[in-house]
């Protein structure tokens, strides 16, 4: 289990480096949040490029320090794309994060999902029905019927329960993988890193998970996959409670939060309050 003092410094260190080096970490999203997405990786000091064409998103893979692929809005070119970008990231030993949106949603997806298990993301991110359906998809944790729990691409259930879908994927990838909630848990399968703070308006707007993953990709650039998740989710929190205190309701709260990933300190990250267990 890592020591609280350890993994802070890592986090200072992990958010400098992202601002010195504006780092560039492409994109294979969904059309509803893809703007929220770019906008959130520059804000918090990164580099964007989206793409929807498989042989763009091996350039990306090529051209970037890390690649994003959403599951979000999923088109018939997705299925050449998808795999493909996932299997340079893996031939390059580039750091992938997936975001399992609406799993359980269509055959594509599923297929799709199914695929990328030989491919190992560096980061899983979803929410926690997603990390339940995941896990149970790829033989994990669960079962294959968790699949068929899905209702849409929000979550039904609480993050507590998808906790040991995620360590048994985290120990499957070797990565790291994150649970977004209330509070949101972070593992690498030896430690759990929750992570409090944000706010019940990042319910309320669509795409904070998914451009937490392209944040969690400009992260990945920088550092280790452990602690580019907790930098990232840290970074959402502190954020989304530092907006909630200036705007009230959703439009007004979604312009502060970019705001406040651009305003926040390396030390402000790092701090958000956090505690650490045994996985
Ligand atoms: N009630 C809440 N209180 C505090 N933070 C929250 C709350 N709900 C969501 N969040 C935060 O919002 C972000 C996105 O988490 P959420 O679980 O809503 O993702 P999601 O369902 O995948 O979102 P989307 O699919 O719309 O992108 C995370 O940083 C999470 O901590
Ligand atoms: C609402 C929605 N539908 C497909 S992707 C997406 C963005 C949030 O996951
Ligand atoms: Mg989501």
Known sequence: MIEQSQLKEDIVQAAQNVRANNPMAGSITNTVTIDFV???QLAAGGSAAMVYLPDEGETLVAAGGAVYLNMGTLFPVYEETIPRTAAAAQAAGKPWVLDPVGIGIGSLRTKLLSQLKEYKPAIVRGNASEIIA???LWDLSGSAEDLSRARGVDTTDTVEAARDAAVALARFTGG????????????DGKSVVISHGGSSLMGKVTGFGCSQGGVLAVYATQTDPFTAAVAAVNHYNFSGRAAAAKAA??????AAF???????TPEDIANNSMEIQEA
């Open 38 to 40: 770019a906008n959130a």
């Open 134 to 136: 995941l896990a149970g």
């Open 176 to 187: 790291a993988v994150v649970v977004s909630g209330k509070s949101d848990l972070v593992t």
């Open 249 to 254: 309701a959703p439009a007004s709260f979604k």
């Open 258 to 264: 970019l705001d406040s990933l651009y305003l926040a």
